[in-house]
């Protein structure tokens, strides 16, 4: 059966052309590139290529702000290690309850190193308050993390007006960007974000790579410690076919951005209308300011774990932040901390779209959902 | 999906038997709710005099493995008498399909509270009253799960750690501010049953209790480097009175000379902790 991929938040397909750049580096040109040799040496240029490639599609105005990791989790570990570091003696830092764990759960380990985290709240459509931002700051706050877009329900986060709030406090500004990259441009120019985090297999590069952006200027300590790769700001051997994978999958996520925003947002807008036909249904998020391909949509009093098995069997892959799916015994802290209720939060799917999505595969969800719904509905104790 | 589900979860999942509510119940039971993800009404007919349950269906609101549970509970115990269906345990539940994963057990659980909230009800037994002063406090509220539940599924599932209890009952999965509560009770209840075996007979023979940290001691000190040296290593899988069970893997596994190396732990764990102690090797579970 042919799978109608709908979970490109959690990952998407390497492109093609994304491959066919990456192979040679892998077959062919494995050398090393710190060696003394031009088999090895010959390699780094590549690298820098790459380099130029994610800075252009972030819109860095250096390469040198762009350091490559190994995935989205160990660019935001770094970031705000490293602003912690540049900030000694401030105790205090502000994140949202509604990160990813790449950050929450560094978060919450930062607190038993001795810091004090501020979680700013979300409200019911899922946005941060700045006003809130602005009472919690002080001279104490060493980093605001804030991350673009969210990865479960999309909505987007006024991360340069944060950005300017935290600097007001000379306090730095880190976004986990992992998200919204190749989807909504972000304003690096303005100076608001002093640290960025992305991740290749978000944007069809390969699982394995990540970037981040340390703005010029900013002080910076390595989080890897090894050799002088990457100008001695992460050590280890670089990647190398990862990382050229990563430029080419930046130099699309740029060329296909118009399109995110028109064409897969009519998709999801399409697929959303059509779901919302089900009784008893709701979405997720403000739904103004959201990233194009995203909808995460809750059935009332129809358990989501359920749900995505017959999905599952139809060959479509979503994800849900019902609890029964992550083995938490809770739905996801992203719904609970935007209030939603019980009864449909634990009915949540996320069908997350990307370019290669076609509307044969929105009108093969729409055909299949109501009649899941319903027989789930049928069998439930609490049916009407 | 992330949870490797048996086949036989998949066909009552996706084939669930005796859907529904049986015309003019004579047993009903109500557990669970919304709030905790997952609920289960069934709803069953018995013959007057026999006991025998004629008919039996469910309505479930809940996951993969919640659905399973009850449609394979509803085939259990169709056609059995009350007091036969009584003894189905959840873990007989979850046998029956084959296995759960551990973070699911609770669905068996929830399957097995259900029919006995329709016997009771049933039998105009008031579950709820008399049994409340029983159940004690609440412990964890995020779920509404009593010192009660707890305590009794301790005991007929033999837990031993908080994620144990957490699986079984969700108790300590929510907020996690009742986790202190649930150990200490574990501490008590295991705790307790260390000084019941031990007090009132003086004689050398060791308990349970005494024998698994020595014997655990000497795999990990003395047996597992050895194996380790040639690229193998075992896994304690049990420990059941003087029965000791292994599990040889990596190099180990398969060797020809395990049956040599079982011999030489079987002789250590004698010469050293117990000469009573028989070692058992299962094969290794991929």
Redo the contacts between chains.
């Keep these: 059966m042919p799978v109608i991929y709908a979970d490109n938040n959690a990952t998407t397909a390497v492109d093609p052309q994304v491959f066919e750049a990456m192979r040679p580096y892998l077959t062919e040109f494995y050398g090393n590139p710190s060696s003394v040799h031009s088999f090895g040496s010959d390699v780094s240029h590549v690298i820098e290529r790459a380099r130029e490639q994610v800075a252009q599609c972030i819109g860095a105005q250096h390469t040198t702000e762009i350091v490559f990791t190994s995935c989205g989790t160990e660019s935001d570990n770094t970031a705000i290690r490293s602003a912690l570091a540049s900030r000694k003696g401030r105790k205090r830092v502000i994140t949202t309850r509604v990160e990813h764990p790449a950050v929450l759960t560094l978060a919450r380990y930062l607190e038993r190193e001795g810091y004090a985290v501020t979680y700013l709240a979300v409200d019911k459509q899922g946005r941060i308050s700045l006003d809130e931002l602005r009472e919690e700051m002080n001279q104490d706050v060493a980093v605001v993390s804030i991350m673009a877009a969210n990865n479960e329900t999309g909505v987007l986060f006024p991360v340069e007006e944060a950005g300017k709030i935290a600097h007001e406090h000379d306090a730095l500004f880190h976004t986990d960007a992992v998200q919204a990259i190749g989807k909504q441009q972000l304003d690096l120019a303005s100076g608001a974000i002093d640290l960025l985090a992305l991740s290749g297999h978000k944007i069809h590069a390969p699982k394995g790579v990540g970037a981040l952006y340390i703005r010029r200027g900013r002080r910076f300590r390595p989080f890897m410690l090894g050799g002088h790769q990457e100008r001695g700001r992460r050590g280890g051997t670089e990647n190398v076919a990862g990382v050229v994978a990563l430029g080419a999958a930046a130099e699309l996520a740029a060329k296909y951005l118009d399109d995110e925003q028109t064409r897969v947002r009519a998709m999801r807008d399409r697929l959303e209308q059509g779901l919302l036909q089900i009784e008893d249904s709701r979405v997720n998020g403000d739904s103004e300011n959201r990233l194009p391909g995203t909808t995460n949509i809750s059935f009332r009093?129809?358990?989501?774990?359920?749900i995505?098995?017959?999905l599952?069997?139809h060959g479509i892959a979503a994800s849900s932040g019902?609890?029964?799916?992550s083995?938490?015994?809770?739905?996801s802290h992203v719904l609970r901390a935007m209030g939603i209720p019980?009864?449909f939060a634990?009915g949540s799917v996320r069908l997350s779209l990307c370019r290669s999505n076609t509307e044969r595969d929105v009108e093969t969800i729409l055909e299949v959902m109501p009649n899941i719904i319903g027989k789930l509905r049928?069998?439930?104790?609490?049916?009407r | 999906m992330g949870w490797n589900y048996t086949e036989e979860v998949k066909e009552h999942f996706f084939n669930p038997k005796n859907v529904g509510r049986v015309e003019n119940p004579n047993g009903i039971g109500e557990v669970g709710s919304v709030a905790c993800g997952d609920a289960l009404t069934l709803t069953f007919s018995v013959e007057e005099g026999t006991d025998i349950i004629k008919d039996v269906k469910f309505q479930t609101f809940g996951c993969g493995s919640a659905i399973a549970s009850s449609s394979i509970l509803t085939e259990m115990i169709k056609g059995k008498t009350l007091d036969e269906a009584l003894k189905i345990t959840n873990k007989d539940i979850a046998d029956a399909l084959g296995g759960l994963p551990p973070e699911k057990m609770h669905c068996s659980v929830m399957g097995r509270e259900a029919l006995e909230a329709a016997v009771a009800n049933y039998r105009g037994e008031k579950i709820d009253t008399e049994e409340d002063e029983d159940e004690g406090r609440i412990v964890c509220y995020c779920f509404g799960v009593t010192e009660g539940k707890i305590r009794k599924l301790i005991a007929e599932d033999g837990l031993k750690t908080l994620e144990d209890v957490t699986n079984y009952t969700k108790a300590g999965g929510g907020c996690t501010s009742c986790q202190d509560d649930i150990q200490a009770v574990l501490d008590e209840i295991w705790g307790e049953q260390e000084t019941q075996v031990k007090s009132p007979v003086k004689k050398p023979a060791m308990t349970n209790l005494q024998r698994i940290p020595l014997i655990q001691e000497l795999l990990d000190n003395e047996v597992r480097p050895m194996l380790q040296k040639d690229g193998g290593d075992l896994e304690l899988v049990d420990i059941d009175g003087t029965r000791v069970i292994i599990r040889m893997v990596g190099h180990c596994s398969g060797c020809k000379a395990a049956g040599l190396t079982s011999g030489w732990i079987q002789d250590k764990l004698q010469e050293i902790i117990d000469p009573d102690i028989t070692l058992e090797v299962v094969e290794e579970v991929l």
């Design positions: 009093r129809v358990e989501g774990e359920a995505l098995l017959h599952d069997r019902s609890a029964c799916t083995g938490s015994l809770e739905p019980f009864d634990h049928d069998i439930s104790p609490f049916k």
